[in-house]
């Protein structure tokens, strides 16, 4: 078993790669987010087959994404449960808010979780499964600001950390 202080480091990679997943999408950073799963990880989607690696999940994440011009994750790791020294089960909240580029005026709101699968891998942490639970979606049309950024990261800037 490993030390206690070696779990809480371990608790805090934990925490990065599944907040840099979060960040990847909303950057639309697909290499970033390739990075944050293992070769064989399966993303499960309510009502949808798995999807398995990481190279796919980024291309099906990209393709359902593309719609869309903004997308914000907030997420909350409320648990994160050691099964092994190198393998760990989390339960994350999740808030995602998205506007589209076709309908400019219609904003989305996704509350949900994911109960994800996280193995340690030549001293990585990565995600080997990740499922999310959908609580509700609201959609609603509301007038957007002229100031509001059409750009998906803002100012052509991309976000701290990131490959683009």
Excluded at 87 to 108: A, C, G, N, Q, W
Excluded at 113 to 118: G, I, K, S, T
Aim: proline share 4%; net charge negative; aromatic share 10%.
């Amino acid at each position: 078993m490993a030390t206690s202080s070696a779990r809480v480091a371990s608790r805090l990679e934990i925490d990065d790669v599944l907040h840099r997943y979060c960040t990847a999408i909303d950057t639309r950073d697909f290499v970033a987010l390739a990075a944050a799963f293992t070769t064989d990880a399966q993303f499960i989607l309510p009502g949808q087959p798995a999807v398995v690696g990481n190279l796919a999940i980024a291309e099906s994440v990209r393709r359902s994404t593309e719609p869309r011009s903004w997308q914000q994750h907030f997420l909350t790791v409320c648990q994160v449960s050691f099964k092994a020294d190198d393998r760990v089960e989390t339960l994350s909240y999740l808030m995602s808010h998205k506007t589209f580029i076709d309908e400019p005026d219609r904003v989305s709101q996704l509350c949900g979780r994911y109960v994800d699968e996280l193995r340690l891998i030549e001293g990585k942490w990565l995600i080997a499964s990740k499922r999310l639970y959908v609580g509700w979606v609201e959609d609603r049309r509301y007038p957007q600001d002229p100031a509001v950024s059409t750009d998906r990261y803002g100012s052509g800037a991309t976000a701290p950390g990131t490959n683009s």
